[in-house]
């Protein structure tokens, strides 16, 4: 029976799991936290197994497109892991209230079902994870990006000399009359220096070649085109909504990374039990 | 120094390497970015085995070809990856560099700050989403 269950652990998907444990303890700020209470996932291999659910509460901190959740709030390692791309974030029907649950593209990728304290933990928790995803941040650094070349085109159409409008960037104090020496801020590398250090991006080059201006640091490269599905609405916030978009092969590399990482392992454990007593492997 | 590479080059996204983790023996793999994460793959298998989260790593330059990411907890473990070609491995070490969520955070900050310098107004107000905690300037000295 060991053996068994020790080959599907062999199977099991491999991550940098010191790096992201450290990345999820370590004190970088989250985007949200708090506890919830985390539906337990259970498989029903016998007709007449009785469908009981259980909630396991749990610490959960939010940090960019990652979900991470912990026994307690003191844990020194997180008990699993929720990617949040290509995922939706909806209130769900259910028995008990305030319970929201974060659904994938991928059809056979298990939802999430969450529930929070009261009204208010559940609205802030779906709003945070809503806005979670990466391609959710690359769209409003795009929007930024864009609006940033608008500003500057309409400053330097009002100003003589743009020069006088550049900001606090390392600059060359040098004579002015050579041609400005293009310096590099320093690399930051994903954020291995991150708080505490200036907010310059890294690999944005401050080059000179509009009088003064830096060059907005380049987009990270997209993963697919988005076309025309993401609308932005001024008025009514950045409604992005990720929509059914077709099931691409990179959201199937995250539902076997969720399989490993998303539930307990104890739950990992239940479920190949069940599925061992059913007669199926 | 590095083995001589195998001769079926696949491309996936564009793209193949191979890379070996901590042995002599170079494995081919195809490697994956999607958003910040870099998955592996065995050459003929459609599901990845395994992925690096590309958060709080440093993507270095080794010798020719070979790109390295560490992490911040280990500096000196480093994950070693062959291209085809010095050109490839600048692309990778460019996109992986930028392919952190942390990074797209800095950048936002960095534009957000410029345009409320330069306008005076804070750009995320239309969309309502000044006061989320991800846009926050948070510990960054201003």
């Known amino acids: 029976m060991l053996e068994m269950y020790r080959e599907k652990l062999a199977k099991k998907m491999k991550l940098n799991e010191r790096s992201v444990v450290h990345y999820a303890t370590c004190d970088s700020p989250a985007d949200h936290a708090g506890f919830l209470r985390k539906r337990v996932e259970r498989h029903h291999h016998h007709h007449h197994h009785h469908h009981t659910t259980s909630y396991h509460r749990r610490w959960f901190i939010l940090k960019g497109n990652l979900l991470f959740y912990f026994e307690d709030r003191d844990s020194r390692e997180p008990l699993g892991l929720v990617v949040l791309e290509g995922c939706t974030v909806e209130l769900c029907e259910s028995a008990e209230e305030f319970a929201f649950a974060i659904r994938f593209e991928d059809a056979g990728a298990k939802a999430y079902v969450l529930v929070a304290d009261c009204h208010t933990a559940m609205e802030a928790w779906v709003k945070a994870l809503s806005r979670a995803s990466f391609d959710y941040m690359r769209l409003v650094v795009k929007e930024l990006e864009r609006q940033l070349e608008d500003a500057r085109k309409s400053l330097a159409a009002c100003h003589k000399s743009p020069r006088k409008l550049s900001s606090g960037r390392k600059r060359h104090l040098s004579n002015p009359a050579l041609p400005p020496v293009q310096e590099k801020p320093p690399i930051l590398e994903n954020g291995y220096s991150t708080w505490g250090s200036s907010c310059t991006p890294a690999g944005a080059s401050c080059c000179d070649q509009d009088g003064g201006f830096s060059k907005p640091p380049p987009l990270p490269p997209r993963r697919r085109s988005a076309g025309g599905s993401l609308y932005i609405a001024p008025t009514s916030g950045l409604s992005l909504t990720l929509q059914e978009s077709p099931v691409s092969p990179e959201t199937a590399c995250f539902s076997k990374l969720h399989h490993w990482y998303g539930q307990e392992i104890a739950e990992v454990r239940r479920e190949w039990l069940e599925s061992k007593k059913s007669g199926e492997l | ?142």
């Open chain 2, 1 to 142: 120094m590095a083995p001589a590479l195998h001769p079926t080059n696949q491309l996936l996204n564009g793209l193949s390497l191979s890379f070996f983790f901590f042995s002599p023996v170079l494995k081919k793999r195809l490697v994956k970015l999607v958003v910040n994460f870099l998955f592996y793959f065995r050459t003929d298998e459609a599901e990845p085995i395994g992925a690096l989260l590309l958060e709080h790593c440093r993507i270095s330059k080794e010798e020719v070809n070979v790109f390295s990411i560490s992490f911040i907890e280990e500096p000196d473990r480093k994950y070693c990856f062959e291209c085809d070609s010095e050109e490839q491995c600048q692309e990778w070490v460019e996109a992986l560099r930028r392919a952190s969520y942390e990074f797209m955070r800095r950048s936002l900050i960095f534009y957000r700050n410029e345009i409320q310098k330069m306008t005076g107004k804070d750009p995320l107000e239309q969309y309502g989403i000044s006061e989320e905690a991800r846009f926050q300037l948070g510990t960054h000295k201003q």
